[in-house]
C-alpha cells in the first residue's frame, strides 16, 4: 500500500497559478505509476496527468495541455502538479493516485485537495 498526501490547493483568480503536491509514503513509490484526478461538483472523477516512475512518459487530458505540468521527484516520494492560467472550470477537488501499472489500475488514492477559481 501506498499512504498519499495531497496539498497545495486554494482559492486563486482565473489566469493565476498554483502547485500541488502529493507525498507519498509506504511501498516503494519510485516503481509506481503517478496520476492526478480531479472531480468538480456535480461531475465524476476525471483524469487530468499522469507520469512514469521515470518520469519519461508523461500524458495529459486536452484540457490542460499547455497549462498543467506535472513532475515528479523520487529522492522525496513526492509527484507535483504546476497549474498555471487557471480557469473557473478548472475549480474541483483535486486528488492524486498511484498505480503499479495502467493494466493493474489506480489503487491507491489520496483524499484530495480543494481547488477553486475565481472569475
Known amino acids: 500500500q501506498v499512504q498519499l498526501v495531497e496539498s497545495g490547493g486554494g482559492l486563486v483568480q482565473a489566469g493565476g497559478s498554483l502547485r500541488l503536491s502529493c507525498a507519498a509514503s509506504g511501498r516503494i513509490f519510485s516503481n509506481d505509476i503517478m496520476g492526478w484526478f480531479r472531480q468538480a461538483p456535480g461531475k465524476g472523477r476525471e483524469f487530468v496527468a499522469r507520469?512514469?516512475?521515470?518520469?519519461?512518459?508523461?500524458a495529459y487530458t486536452e484540457f490542460v495541455k499547455g497549462r498543467f505540468t506535472i513532475s515528479r521527484d523520487n529522492a522525496k516520494n513526492t509527484v507535483y502538479l504546476q497549474m498555471n492560467s487557471l480557469k473557473p472550470e478548472d475549480t474541483a477537488v483535486y486528488y492524486c493516485?498511484?498505480?503499479?501499472?495502467?493494466?493493474?489500475?489506480?489503487?491507491?488514492w489520496g483524499q484530495g485537495t480543494q481547488v477553486t477559481v475565481s472569475s
Open positions: 507520469i512514469s516512475w521515470s518520469g519519461g512518459s508523461i
Open positions: 493516485a498511484a498505480a503499479t501499472s495502467l493494466l493493474a489500475g489506480w489503487s491507491n
